[in-house]
């Protein structure tokens, strides 16, 4: 019967660490399948597959939130951030959508670059998510936010490179427009990661 | 002298209701033109002129919003679905627009499927938005929810059937850079509606 | 001793006069960069850093506001005001950053034309958030926010007429490309323009 007694909202710390899991699965898979250097149809599939359950994790954070009157956070807080690790798994769905579109099977250097420097944003995001269990934790939290910072600007500075090449050297437009696209996607998971990181730091603040 | 007792915020339901409606015109409209097959200059003046009254109605529920203080649901959940239906009147002009300025004149098939899809979808968001005056209509409001969420993933592979077919058929780069900004657009909509849907679900659960 | 009565509050005047500086300061910069007609290596540094200081700035504000239990307005007004002129003075770190990495290093006379547009919006934003500190001066900001409004009305104009122009006469596809998502970014500019009059605009009449 002790369950009674236990409030509510405690509850949010479960569900918003189900849910970034499922951001760390997506990328830690994205990478390896990168790696491979093939993306096939079981690759799409099994990211599918994660951004389904990711889609569940947020509608429960959602429905939850909805439901309970006293929260552990702001509101709006809960809500963007739920929202945003959504968008994080929502983006390796597309970049693996767009790949089949546009029937890029073989994966280049850049990608498998951009991946790596992904998977270690998610996890630093993941980190802070699940820090904010307890307010001591806040000096750990504001070091990983600072890594999803750092880890942002590396992006930008990765895809502007990227692009400049693509631009100077690849003659095919269509090979443009296309990988054009995906690099610009790779470099918008970090924004994302960079979006949590100001929500999770906002959080902390107001606690402290 | 009635009027006086009947609370202000009521009238939140006659303003989305109106501004819904110009999002039924809008659909209903470019459903037309695309099967009439010939976007014109009385076309493109049509729906913008829809776009301005669809503004003026959105600014009438921002107006509103700021002058009363007890609203019959949360603030930003009404500035948040009065902001998206505006957004979904918005997108037909953009995508005329975009017509026009690429000097397309021939709407293809594929748009054509795209212009039947929408059409039933914010014909479905209509149904929500206007069943929110009762709260005995929440069932009927999340059966209509849930064909939103399903013509959201019909555009979802249109779109990414027309553009695979798109980028292996078309050899004419410009061709596809326009085709393809389109194509996206039109799924945007689908998009749109189904945050609207999300919106108003949240609505309903939290007066449950 | 007087300031230990002064509301802390009234700090958030400060802070965004200092904001909203940091975009006339871009915006004057960036007018004068497109009429020497040259973009270079010291012209991207300096907007670079002009979008340091604002970035400072912003979150100079969120910090404030994660502090401050009583503000001058609504705090969501506060939030998407801070975020939006962030937002104007990224993007014209953007804009020269694409520049840079398209190798773009003579300007055209469209964009020189935008440039000028956007520096009068920018100029009429800054009046608005000046103007805010006293509720008397409502009718004059109610008049720059119209003043706004119309400017993006020309930006969407000009955008749609040389966009039609490129896609008319320039034959290579790249450059299609390149020049597309300029005039595209620069229209942008007076969309979050038009965003911060919106936000202006609601905060004067919640004060009314």
Chains 1, 2, 3 share one sequence.
């Not at 970049?95 to 099977?105: D, E, F």
């Not at 750990?140 to 600072?146: G, N, P, R, T």
């Not at 693509?166 to 610009?184: Q, S």
Request: contains cysteine.
């Amino acid at each position: 019967m002790i369950f009674k007694f236990i409030p509510r909202e405690f509850n949010f710390f479960d569900l918003f660490e189900k849910q970034v899991n499922f951001a760390v699965e997506a990328a830690t898979y994205f990478k390896e399948v990168t790696q491979k250097g093939v993306v096939d149809e079981a690759a799409i599939k099994k990211i599918e597959d994660i951004e389904h359950q990711s889609d569940e994790a947020t509608h429960a954070i959602f429905e939850q939130l909805n439901k309970t009157f006293i929260t552990p956070f702001d509101r709006e807080d809960i809500h963007a951030l739920a929202g945003q690790l959504d968008d994080i798994v929502d983006m390796f769905n597309t970049i693996a959508s767009r790949l089949n579109v546009y029937k890029i099977t073989r994966i280049d250097k850049n990608l498998i670059e951009f991946a790596a420097v992904i998977v270690e944003s998610v996890r630093a995001v993941a980190a802070t998510v699940k820090g904010m269990r307890n307010i001591k934790n806040s000096k750990l939290i504001a070091q990983y936010c600072v890594e999803i910072h750092r880890l942002e600007n590396v992006g930008d500075a990765m895809r502007d490179k990227v692009l400049a090449e693509l631009f100077e050297t690849e003659k095919n437009p269509i090979t443009v427009i296309k990988w054009k696209e995906i690099y610009e996607d790779a470099e918008t998971v970090l924004d994302i990661c960079e979006d949590v990181a100001l929500v999770v730091d906002s959080i902390v603040v107001k606690q402290a």
